[in-house]
C-alpha cells in the first residue's frame, strides 16, 4: 500500500471522530477571482494538513453552490476535489446543522474561544477579503441566531505591528505553532 493510500485510509478512519468544522461557501459574490483563487489554495493547504494531522477534523463546505464560482474554483486549483473527504451541501451550515451547535469564528468576535468542544460545529466564513470587510461574518452568524467567538490570537501570540490598524503574525508563529496545537 502506497503512502498516500494509507495516509488516507488512517485520515478516513480518524476525521470520523473528529472535531466538527464547515467552512461558509456561500460568499463567492464577495469575492473577485484573484480571491477565490487564494480561498482554494487556502483550501488545499487546510486539507492537505488536515489528512497529516494526529487529530483531523470532520470538514464540511457547505453553502457550496452546484457550479459556483468557488466550487469551480477549488475543481481548477485542487487536484482531485471531488475525491476529497468532506462533505459538501448546497445548504447553508444553520439548515445542515442545528443552530444551537454552530459557533461562527470571527475575528470581530467580542467571545474569545478558549477551548473546543466536540458537541459544537466551528464555522468558518470561506473568504478570503483583501479589501477586509469587517463585520461581515460576525453579521452573517448574527442575522441567524449563532454564537460568534474568535481565536485567541491576540492573548497568545505575540504580534508585529506593520501599520495602525493592521496586525500582523511573524511566519515562525503564525504557521507550525498553530496546527501543532
Not at 462533505?87 to 477551548?115: A, G, I
Request: glycine share 8%; proline share 4%.
Amino acid at each position: 500500500m502506497g503512502c498516500r493510500i494509507r495516509v488516507r485510509a488512517r485520515a478516513a478512519e480518524l476525521i470520523r471522530s473528529g472535531v466538527r468544522v464547515a467552512i461558509d461557501c456561500s460568499m463567492d459574490g464577495a469575492m473577485s477571482d484573484k480571491e477565490l483563487k487564494r480561498l482554494a489554495g487556502q483550501l488545499r493547504q487546510a486539507y492537505s494538513a488536515n489528512l497529516r494531522s494526529p487529530r483531523p477534523f470532520q470538514l464540511y463546505l457547505t453553502g457550496l453552490a452546484r457550479g459556483g464560482r468557488i466550487q469551480q474554483a477549488f475543481r481548477r486549483r485542487c487536484t482531485g476535489f471531488d475525491n476529497y473527504l468532506v462533505q459538501t451541501t448546497e445548504k447553508p451550515h444553520y439548515e445542515y446543522f442545528s443552530p444551537s451547535e454552530l459557533v461562527y469564528l470571527s475575528p470581530d468576535s467580542k467571545n474569545v474561544l478558549w477551548s473546543i468542544k466536540k458537541s459544537c460545529v466551528y464555522v468558518l466564513g470561506g473568504i478570503v477579503d483583501e479589501t477586509v470587510k469587517k463585520g461581515l461574518t460576525e453579521g452573517k452568524a448574527r442575522d441567524v441566531g449563532i454564537d460568534t467567538a474568535r481565536l485567541p490570537v491576540k492573548e497568545c501570540m505575540r504580534m508585529v505591528t506593520v501599520n495602525p490598524g493592521h496586525v500582523s503574525l511573524p511566519f515562525n508563529q503564525g504557521s507550525g505553532d498553530v496546527l501543532s496545537s
